[in-house]
């Protein structure tokens, strides 16, 4: 385990193996009480993030995953589903798609995990009104119904990596199966016309679900942002 950076509001950590992140590690390891977060960039080969989650150094503490991909290299098993009615569609209007995203964003995120994130959107409207732009955002639609949206925004991670991040995404639950493949295909197709090479995503640890679909689609764990409980 190697301390790469820090400042008054994080330190950054590598670690290559699993293995490094153990008790005699948490026992020697200084995180300053005064220092809300740690970022552990998983260096090497060990990709397995449910490992370092279950790390018992961890417990007590909430993790953030991001996961990166290259853009060339995401997509889905199988071959295409064909389904005419599903379309992609922009929302024209900055005022509405701010309002779309943090309705959906309320809705399915925020208030179905509001023990853990207290309710609250992740960005203000005016900084959402900011960042997104009306080319990097897509809904997808059957018949005029909107059934799933994803947001894009341009980030630089801690290393000076820039990349497209998946700001907010949500796909309706209740698609059939092949529905909701077709859904999944339209968005990676999109994804993958976008300019920057690289895609990342940030998800929280309890949302398993979205965990599961970002590594389907060929996304792979890169960083921790484990920050404890009781100062969030
Ligand atoms: C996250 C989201 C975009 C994923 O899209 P999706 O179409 O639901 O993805 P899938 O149905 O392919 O689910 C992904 C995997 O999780 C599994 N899964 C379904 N429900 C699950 C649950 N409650 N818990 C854990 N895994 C679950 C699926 O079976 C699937 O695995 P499989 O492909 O091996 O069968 C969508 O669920 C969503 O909009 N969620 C609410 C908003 C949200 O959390 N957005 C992401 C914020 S980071």
Redesign the pocket.
């Known amino acids: 385990m190697k301390v790469l950076d820090s400042d008054k509001d994080k330190i950054i950590l590598e670690v290559a193996d699993i293995s490094e992140i153990t008790e005699a590690e948490k026992n020697s390891f200084n995180w300053p009480a005064s220092v809300p977060k740690l970022v552990v960039k998983l260096g090497g080969g060990e990709r397995d993030e449910e490992k370092i989650i279950g790390a018992r150094v961890f417990e007590n503490c909430k993790i953030r995953i991001i996961y990166g991909a290259p853009k060339d290299g995401i997509g889905l098993s199988g071959g295409v589903n064909d389904f005419p009615e599903l379309t992609v569609s922009k929302i024209a209007d900055k005022t509405e798609l701010v309002e779309f995203y943090l309705k ?2 309320k809705k ?2 925020n208030d ?2 509001a023990a853990e994130t207290s309710g609250a959107p992740q960005l203000s409207p005016a900084v959402l009104a900011e960042k997104l732009s009306v080319e990097n955002a897509i809904c997808l639609e059957i018949k005029g119904v909107r059934v ?1 949206f994803v947001a894009l925004v341009d980030w630089v991670n801690w290393f000076g990596v820039p990349s497209s991040l ?1 700001s ?6 209740e ?1 059939r ?1 092949e529905v ?2 077709a ?2 295909q339209k968005i990676i197709r999109w994804l993958r016309e976008r300019t920057a090479e690289k895609l990342s ?4 640890v309890f ?8 590594k ?1 689609i060929g996304f792979i764990p890169e960083c921790l942002i484990v920050s404890r409980k009781q100062l969030h």
Do not use: A, E, Y
């Open positions: 959906t964003q399915h995120f179905v995990w799933g998946v907010w995404i949500w796909i309706d639950g698609l199966p909701r493949k859904v999944h995503c940030v998800v929280d949302n398993v679900r979205s965990r599961r679909f970002f389907k």
